[in-house]
């Protein structure tokens, strides 16, 4: 398994351009992710999807846009790229049948830098 | 609102022990996680704690007290890739996770 994969790893966006982030989990879980973790600071939630064709809003979702169209994959858009999006971005996921909770895991990260 | 705080930065010996502490403040409570952040890497799941009391995993322990809104994560006979950060991540009464900002701990020969 190759667990939670991500690309690109490394995007430099100038500013007002748009671009996907891509995430494909084949672990079959349920649940995906999207956090952004700037320096010295925790992670924040963006979006987060409990199954295909059902995604909800996070903590900072302005600016971001996802889609769930298949258990595997749940790309981030990013529309008119902002200097406050610079960041790194993980995408993660969990298993999480109705009255448990386990783990979530994550992919390797995508750094992005908007000048 | 909610609020995880966690020491910064913490030092210690390679060899020693180590006690990383976790204070929160959140509605709802459904578990409290640690995971390891290696400089530049995704986070790795150390440990769950849903109930009061020690959890002891290998070299790594991890505490709670639902009561005190508390707790820590005890390393011991530290080594050098010990050298991480530690995030303290609380799962809130909606299930989401709310993360602490992580304690960067460097290990000195």
């Known amino acids: 398994n190759a667990g939670v994969t991500q690309t690109p790893k490394f995007r430099i966006l100038k500013i007002g351009q748009s671009m996907t982030l891509q995430c494909t989990q084949d672990?079959?879980?349920?649940?995906m992710y999207w956090y952004r973790q700037d320096p010295g600071m925790g992670l924040k939630l963006i979006y987060y999807?409990?199954?295909?064709?059902?995604?909800d809003k996070g903590e900072v979702p302005n600016g971001y846009n996802v889609s769930r169209s298949t258990t595997e994959d749940f790309p981030l858009r990013l529309e008119l790229a902002a200097p406050s999006q610079t960041s790194v971005y993980f995408c993660?996921?969990?298993?999480?049948?109705?009255?448990?909770?386990?783990?979530?895991?994550f992919g390797p990260g995508t750094r992005l830098t908007v000048l | 609102g909610q609020n995880i705080d966690q020491p910064t930065e913490m030092t210690a010996t390679e060899g020693a022990i180590v006690q990383i502490n976790c204070t929160y403040q959140?509605?709802?409570?459904?578990?409290l996680f640690w995971y390891q952040q290696h400089a530049g890497e995704a986070p790795t799941f150390l440990s769950y704690?849903?109930l009061d009391g020690l959890e002891e995993k290998g070299r790594f322990s991890s505490f709670l007290s639902r009561s005190k809104g508390y707790s820590y994560l005890l390393l011991k006979e530290l080594q050098m890739k010990d050298s991480a950060s530690y995030l303290c991540?609380?799962?809130?009464?909606?299930?989401?996770?709310?993360w602490g900002a992580g304690t960067k701990l460097i290990i000195k020969p």
């Open positions: 993660a996921s969990s298993y999480s049948p109705s009255g448990g909770v386990y783990e979530q895991f």
């Open positions: 672990m079959n879980h349920n649940y």
């Open positions: 999807s409990v199954g295909a064709g059902i995604t």
């Open positions: 959140t509605s709802g409570f459904n578990g």
């Open positions: 704690n849903v």
């Open positions: 991540a609380v799962l809130d009464s909606n299930y989401q996770l709310i």
